[in-house]
């Protein structure tokens, strides 16, 4: 169990979340201000391993659901996020032990964090995806046998849905529609586990990792070294199985947007340092899913597609991203567990539609 | 309490269902053969008026829910109508002591009928509306005091939502989201109440007025009278409020029609018996909202525009309009309390976005 510390921590927390969330997951500002704002009242998030857990402990994992763009509006109000782990308790008729983030991502690993210090909760340091993604059921919690429902889902005007799916891939359609009935933008309790569960089901270790991400770019600049440079050494460390990859630099050329069916999608297409036509591109469906290169594929989903500002490596929402914006590319192997072929097949391209299949990122572009 | 006793009471009532819903509320197709195949096994409907009720009775209002070109597909499965009525019994921790029908209609003034023989409660004599209308929102039961939601919605698949809104505006919002998320076919428990909120707020004596309208156009017909003339007759009865009018008379010449949002979207435009140019035409939101002789509203909604056949008087469910056919339009007055001020704000023209007052039929079709 460590406690987050301060305002630097939240803050680095926040822009660790915004690059594994594949610049999905919500924009991280709201939530690092409440953070911040309960940490001065004396309410400091508390985090702990998966391990500490008893494997009866109750867990669920609570997110905000709707278009980024949307969910950059909303209010994370104290009010909202007591009632929401209050409606939880009620209806699963027993105490919450922990909170875990459905992935992490700009807001999406804040939020259990906020609502944490609200109800005195300690957060699991772990998620379901160990990134964003922009399906309720792509998730390792799902794909290694919890279930997305029974589920809670709220909005700030009070109004509460209950879904029972009989799978999660309906769970997905329910949640995403009961979503666009309230407003667009909701916050959810989902996927109730023990704490067995979450030791066998969590990608582990996620939430320590974006602390540590977000520090290192931090500590780059301020010590005036390459923060992009260090950020790639930090993260390629083969014999974890993890790997980085710089996949382009340049230039926002055209960036083609839309909010629709409650999620951001988008095109963005890049051209090199030195000018030109576009030559790179990126398709988004609230996290960058697809990364091209003169047409060739060089990174896609479940791999992490970030993009970074090139002077700060501040890593940048995908709702964000626009034109003439100076930017580097990474890209960063998904955690093994959600590179297994089972988790591929829930999270990997053909599942958003595409007619390709995954090639991991050291293997597009070594 | 009086028993629906042949296989001829259910016809007529489902003739009569589709007469005062305007055409909406579902095809009754399948809700009379579902009713039929119970009274063979000796499961007669039972309906009971709402004076028999004690005043702390427990009553749910149940429907289908969504465009009637999907409704009609809908299976009326024993399951199903069981589990929605034990899922309600379950989420409202009492037993249910009567059910009713949310609105008038084809299919939804079959459905409670047919969930009733099922779980062997008694269905009230009357609904929420007298009529059927695209909206949860737009019953007598919202309008004097009662709330649409905790409402409870499930599929054929098994999916379940208890859905808990601030308002009845929101509460058909989510309702209906609810029903796109479900594959646009949802059977629901709406409004629940005490025996003495549905004396007060509930339209009366409407189940009963389905099996009279069914049974006179049927009678007229066997005694080769005029079954149109016949029903005219019947249904303008001015000492009681209510009046009836031949809108008129001619050929189905054009139908634009389409499934969107959950509603079955429709304009129809007729041509006198002579033939000649369109001078006649209705709009549709599952129901008939609209009817205006050349350019003038000669009717609107509240009040109920159906539009039969013209040799046999057969009620025509709206979403089964098609070109040729040799129709009458009929205006019938709504019942006198969804007429008022205050119901007529919410079930009035500008309810639906016309920019024009509801005008009652007796003055625009005298």
Not at 226 to 245: C, I, K, N
Request: aromatic letters at 6%; proline letters at 5%.
């Amino acid at each position: 169990m460590y406690r987050v510390e301060s305002e630097t921590d939240v803050r680095d927390m926040a822009r660790g979340a915004v690059f594994l969330g594949g610049g999905g997951g919500g924009d991280p500002r709201v939530g690092a201000l409440f953070l911040i704002d309960q940490m001065r009242r004396g309410r400091h998030p508390r985090v702990m391993e998966a391990a500490e857990l008893a494997d009866d402990a109750f867990v669920v994992s609570i997110a905000g659901v709707g278009a980024p763009t949307v969910l950059e509006e909303y209010l994370v109000s104290a009010r909202m996020l007591r009632r929401l782990v209050e409606e939880c308790a009620q209806f699963y008729k027993r105490p919450i032990d922990a909170l875990i983030s459905a992935e992490i991502g700009g807001f999406n690993s804040l939020m259990p964090l906020a609502a944490a210090t609200e109800v005195d909760l300690p957060v699991v340091d772990g998620d379901g995806i160990g990134r964003a993604v922009p399906h309720i059921e792509m998730t390792a919690f799902s794909i290694y046998g919890c279930r997305a429902t029974p589920s809670i889902v709220t909005d700030e005007a009070g109004n509460v849905s209950h879904i029972f799916a009989v799978d999660d891939h309906t769970a997905e359609a329910m949640i995403r529609s009961a979503c666009v009935g309230m407003g667009s933008s909701i916050a959810g309790a989902f996927y109730p586990m023990s704490g067995r569960q979450v030791k066998e089901a969590a990608v582990l270790g996620s939430l320590r990792q974006t602390l540590d991400i977000g520090r290192r770019i931090r500590t780059a600049r301020e010590r005036q070294s390459d923060p992009v440079q260090e950020l790639l050494t930090y993260l390629d460390v083969p014999a974890q199985q993890r790997f980085a990859r710089l996949l382009f630099e340049g230039r926002i050329v055209d960036v083609q947007r839309e909010t629709r069916d409650g999620w951001h999608w988008a095109q963005v297409r890049l051209s090199g340092s030195a000018g030109g036509e576009p030559e790179f591109s990126l398709e988004i469906q609230n996290e960058i899913l697809v990364a091209r290169n003169r047409g060739r594929i060089v990174a896609t989903v479940p791999d992490i597609i970030t993009v970074v500002d090139s002077e700060s490596a501040e890593p940048l929402p995908a709702e964000r991203l626009t034109y003439g914006q100076r930017v580097h590319v990474i890209g960063y192997s998904a955690d093994p567990k959600v590179r297994k072929p089972e988790a591929v097949a829930v999270i990997g391209p053909r599942a958003f539609g595409f007619n390709f299949d995954f090639v991991p990122i050291e293997q597009a572009a070594p």
